[in-house]
C-alpha cells in the first residue's frame, strides 16, 4: 500500500469537506434554506469531527499545528464539558452535542495542510463574492420596489425587505453588514493575490459598501471603522502620521457615506407604502411601515436602539451571576428566560441564547472557568496575530488577520462565533487556523531594513551574475545601459550614488530570456513580468530577489516585489508621431491604473493634481495589466530588422535621442566591480547621445538616489 498516495488522498478529501462546510454554512445564512441545510451540515460535522480524529492519530507529527493553541482549545472545550457535567439534569445530549459542534468547526481548519488550506480560503473567498453578489441585488430589489415578504417557520417569523425603517435582507441586518464587509476583506485580499477577475471584484466592493450601509448596522460600522485602522497602522505606506492622516481621512469619509446612505435608506423606506407579501397566507398588500411594525410585534425597538442591547446585558449579567462558576449549561439557558426577560426580547433578540455580547454570553452558558478559557484561547490568538502584523512586511495575508480584529470587535455586540452554526462563526475559526498557519510558518523569519547603498549594490550585483550565467546558457545577447553603462565606463562599476542595474536587449533576445525564465523559474532570483505576475505593473522585465521585499512609494498595487535588476526590450524606432502619441495614450492610462496619489502628483499645478486624484478613482476599476500588455504588444510592432533606428519605445512622447541598430549589433566584456558583464562596443556613441559628455561628473546636488523605495532582507533565524 502506497502510503504517500493515501496520505494526499487524504488530505483532499479534508479540503473538499472543509468547503463543502463551510459553502453550506453561508447557504444556512437564508432561513428559508436552513431547515434544508440542517441536517446536511450536522452529517458534515461528524465526518469533520472523524477527519480531526483521523488527522491527529495517524499524522500527528506532520500536522503543522500550533500546539499552544490547540492546548488551549483543549482547556475551552474541557471547561464546557464540565459545565455539561454540573448541568447534566436539563439537556445532558443536547449540550455534549454542543461541544461535538465546537469541536468541528474550531479544529478543523488546524488539521488542513497548508498549502490546501492556502487553497481553501481562496475557493472560499470567491465563492464569498458570488454570493454576497446576489444577496446584495435581492435586497436593493426589495429596498427599490419597498417590498416585504413575511413568512413563518415553526414559532419564529421571518422577514425580508423593509420594515421599521430599516432593510432586512437575506438575513437580519447586521448579519448582512458583517457579511458584506467580510466578502470586502476577501475580494482586497484575491486583488492582492492577482486574481485576473480583480475588476468585477472591485465593482462588487462598490456593491457590498452599499449593501453594508443600508443594513444600517452600528456594530459591523465600528467593527469596519477598527478594520481601517488596522489596515491604515500595518498596511498603509508611509510614516506613522501619515498612516494616521490615512485613518482619519478615510474613516471619517467611510462614517459620513455610511451614515448619508442610512439616513437615505430610511428615508425612502419611510415616503410610501410597502408592498407585504405574506408566504404563509399566499397573498399580498399594501401597508406603510408603522402598520406593519405593529402588527409584528416581534420586531422590539429592543433590536434597533443601544438601550435595548444594555438592558439585554444587564440582565444577563444578573443571570449568569445566579451560577457564576459553571454557567448554565449552554441548551439550558433558554429554559431560564422567563425569570429574567419579556416576552419580546425572548421572541426577537434572545433565540438560541445570544446575548449580542460574545463574552456575557460566555458567562452566562458556561461561567467564569468557561469565559477564561475562551479569553486565555482569543488572548493567545491576539498576541500572535499583532506581532505577525509588525514583523512582517508582505502585505496580503495581512488582510486576512486583520478580518480576525475585525469580526472579534463585532462580537461585543453580537453571540455568532461559538454557539452558532453560521457562517460568520464558521469564517471566524477558518481565520484563526489560516492566520496561525501562516505564523507558524514565518514565527524565525525577520524584516532587517536596509539603507546603506553599497549593500544595495551588492545585492543587485548577486542578481546581475545570475542573469549574466542564464544569458550565457541559452546564447541570448544583453549589454549594461543607462546609469550602469556609464558606471562601467566612468567608474569600473557603480555610480557611487547609483542604487539600481539597469541593462537592455534587443527583442529577440529579450523575449528568448523571458521565455527561459518563465519555463524555469529559479528558487532565489525571480522574473517580475505582466506575463507570470497579474499585479505586475511595469512594460518590462525585472529580476528580483527573493530574500528581500521591496515597497515603491508611487505605485499602488503590491506585486511581492524585492530588489531588482530592471532588463528593457529593445525594438526598431523612427519618427512616428501617431506612433508617439498611442503609446502615451496607453502609459497615462497604466500610470492611473496603478500609481498613488503621490506617484501622479503634479507639483507645479494644484487644478491639475486634482484632475488626476479624480481620474485615479476612476481608473482604478480598470486593469493595468491589459495596458502593459497594450503597451508591450505595441513596441514589439516595431521589428528591429525593419529600422536603422532602435530604443527603448515605452516612454511618454518619446522626446529623446535615440540609437543606431549598428552601435548594439556587437558586444564586449566590460569590467564592472571585478565582475565580467557585456557592455555595446560602441558605448562611447551610445553614451554620448544619451547624456553628452558622460565622463563629467553632475553638480553634487544632483548626486543622489532618484528612487523612492523601502527595502527589507529577509533573514531566517535558524
Known sequence: MNFSKTNECFEKSKFWISY???????????????????????????????????????????????????????????????????????????????????????????????????????????????????????????????????????????????????????????????????????????????????IYLKINNVIQFLNFAAMQSR??????????????????????????????????????????????????????????????????????????????????LIETTPSGRTYIWENAIKMGSAKPLFGYGVRNVTDYYTEYFSKFEIQNSLIGGNFHNILITIFVSSGLLGLISFILIIAYVSLRFITYLVVTKKNDEKLIIILFFGILFGQLFESQIIYSTNFINIIFWLVIGYGLTICLKEKNIRYEEVTDISEIQKMELGIMEYIHEVCQKI?????????????????????????????????????????????????????????????????????????TYLVEEDVRIDSNMGIYVDIFPVDGYEDDQAFKDKMTKIIKKRQLSCYTFKGITNTKSVVNSMIRYISVMIFYFTNTNKYVSQIDELAKSRKVEDYEQVDYLIYKDMNKPVWKREWLENVETGNFEGKEFMIPNHYHEILTSDYGDYMQLPPVEQQVSHHDFKLWKIIENG
Open 20 to 198: 463543502l462546510f463551510v459553502f453550506i454554512s453561508i447557504l444556512s445564512m437564508s432561513s428559508l434554506v436552513y431547515k434544508v441545510t440542517s441536517p446536511i451540515y450536522k452529517g458534515l460535522s461528524a465526518i469533520v469531527v472523524l477527519c480531526i480524529c483521523l488527522t491527529l492519530f495517524l499524522n500527528w507529527k506532520r500536522i503543522e499545528i500550533d500546539k499552544k493553541y490547540l492546548g488551549l482549545f483543549g482547556l475551552l472545550a474541557g471547561s464546557h464539558l464540565v459545565a455539561t457535567v454540573v448541568n447534566r439534569s436539563g439537556h445532558l445530549l443536547g449540550n455534549m452535542i454542543e461541544i461535538f459542534f465546537m469541536i468541528a468547526y474550531i479544529l478543523l481548519f488546524t488539521m488542513v495542510n497548508s498549502e490546501y488550506l492556502k487553497k481553501l480560503i481562496r475557493l472560499i473567498a470567491g465563492t464569498v463574492q458570488f454570493v454576497s453578489f446576489f444577496s446584495a441585488i435581492f435586497a436593493f430589489v426589495l429596498l427599490i420596489f419597498r417590498i416585504l415578504i413575511l413568512f413563518k417557520i415553526g414559532e419564529h417569523s421571518y422577514y425580508y425587505g423593509v420594515m421599521n425603517g430599516r432593510l432586512w435582507g437575506v438575513v437580519n441586518p447586521n448579519a448582512s453588514a458583517i457579511f458584506s464587509y467580510i466578502s470586502i476583506v476577501f475580494a482586497l485580499y484575491l486583488i492582492h493575490k492577482g486574481s485576473k477577475y480583480s
Open 475 to 547: 546564447g541570448a545577447k544583453y549589454f549594461l545601459a543607462y546609469g550602469s553603462l556609464i558606471g562601467a565606463v566612468r567608474h569600473k562599476g557603480f555610480i557611487p550614488w547609483d542604487d539600481d542595474m539597469d541593462i537592455c536587449m534587443l527583442r529577440d533576445d529579450y523575449e528568448k530570456l523571458q521565455d527561459y525564465l518563465i519555463a524555469h523559474p529559479d528558487e532565489r532570483y525571480e522574473l517580475m513580468s505582466y506575463k507570470n505576475n497579474i499585479n505586475y505593473v511595469y512594460p518590462f522585465m525585472k529580476i528580483k530577489d527573493n530574500q
Open 219 to 300: 456594530g459591523a460600522l465600528l467593527s469596519a471603522v477598527l478594520m481601517l485602522g488596522f489596515y491604515s497602522l500595518f498596511i498603509a505606506r508611509g510614516n506613522l502620521l501619515k498612516k494616521c492622516l490615512t485613518f482619519l481621512v478615510a474613516g471619517t469619509l467611510i462614517v459620513a457615506s455610511n451614515i448619508g446612505i442610512s439616513y437615505v435608506t430610511s428615508v425612502y423606506i419611510l415616503a410610501a407604502k410597502a408592498t407585504v407579501i405574506d408566504l404563509n397566507k399566499g397573498e399580498s398588500y399594501s401597508e406603510t411601515d408603522s402598520d406593519v411594525a405593529k402588527k409584528n410585534g416581534e420586531l422590539h
